[in-house]
Nanobody
Framework: QVQLVESGGGLVQAGGSLRLSCAAS????????MAWYRQTPGKQRELVAM???????MIADFVKARFTISRDNAENAVYLQMDSLKPEDTAVYSC???????????????WGRGTQVTVSS
């Protein structure tokens, strides 16, 4: 069974940095787009950054110049480097991936369980 396993969340002071990691494990054929979303209580989940299998990263305007997304296709992993963190970045960050289990199947959406990022002022 394919799973997305996240790590790297935690508590950090404003201005600090964190690096989130997410790796797809299990028997799979290919990983297409990978992304990070975040959600705070009472708000809709929002896309933070996305990257395709060939690169082409997209960063949301509200974190541009502070966050960087990258991936390691050999490890089926995606990373989110978060610098100059602000209290408003506090949220549960979830990993997302479009994954093909076999060569003859289309891609399906997979989500990680989420990791808490808390930025103190």
């Amino acid at each position: 069974q394919v799973q997305l396993v996240e790590s790297g969340g935690g508590l950090v002071q404003a201005g600090g940095s964190l690096r989130l990691s997410c790796a797809a494990s299990g028997d799979l054929f290919a990983v297409n787009d990978m992304a990070w979303y975040r959600q705070t209580p009472g708000k809709q989940r929002e896309l933070v950054a996305m990257i395709g299998s060939g690169g082409n990263p997209m960063i949301a305007d509200f974190v541009k110049a502070r966050f960087t997304i990258s991936r390691d296709n050999a490890e089926n992993a995606v990373y989110l480097q978060m610098d100059s963190l602000k209290p408003e970045d506090t949220a549960v960050y979830s990993c997302y991936a479009r994954i093909r289990l076999t060569a003859w199947m289309g891609a399906s959406d997979y989500w990680g369980r989420g990791t808490q990022v808390t930025v103190s002022s």
